[in-house]
């Protein structure tokens, strides 16, 4: 049984003597990634762009061209005598509408290069690029168990009663 609370639905009866547990804005963790956007403006010729970071993969933000999220691993993907089955098939690949086998892999559409983003195509004048990414906050201090840690967080965490099931 639970009770409404940041949201949730409300019972129309709760039963006298049903257990109820604090699950209000004082119970949830001090904690909020922070998003920060970096935004370019193609010029029409270039497809690299400075990163104001180095990432260790691409899989640490996510880059949107005029709106549309770019893909960062490659797709295999049903192509019917499309552009992109042109562009990406193999030589003598055959068109299989009912079989993987009329897929072609496409490219991821963007990469990095230490810290130079580098697009698959070339975006058009006056385009924005927009980098997005989450940083997360840390829960312990570094080389400290959680147990061990002074954060914010983790006292929390620490300070919170624990009932084991009977």
């Known amino acids: 049984m639970r009770r409404g609370t940041l ?33 370019h403006i193609a ?3 270039s497809n690299e762009y400075e990163l104001d970071f180095v990432p260790n993969s691409v899989n640490e933000f996510e880059v949107y061209v005029a709106g549309i999220r ?21 030589d003598g690949q055959l068109v299989a509408q009912d079989s993987p086998e009329g897929d072609v892999t496409l490219p991821p559409e963007f990469a990095v290069d230490g810290n130079k983003l580098i697009l698959l195509h070339t975006p058009e004048k006056n385009q924005h690029i927009h980098i997005i990414r989450k940083l997360g906050a840390p829960w312990t201090e570094k080389g400290k168990a959680l147990g061990e840690s002074e954060t914010l967080i983790a006292r929390m965490i620490k300070s919170a009663q624990v009932d084991l099931p009977r």
């Open 70 to 90: 770019l893909r960062k691993t490659p797709l295999e993907s049903y192509q019917l005598n499309s552009d992109l089955r042109k562009q990406y098939a193999k």
């Open 7 to 39: 949201g949730t639905g409300v019972n129309a009866v709760v039963p006298a003597g049903t257990e109820i547990y604090n699950g209000s804005v004082t119970m949830m963790l001090p904690y909020k990634d922070e998003t920060k956007t970096l935004t």
């Open 43 to 45: 010029d029409g010729i």
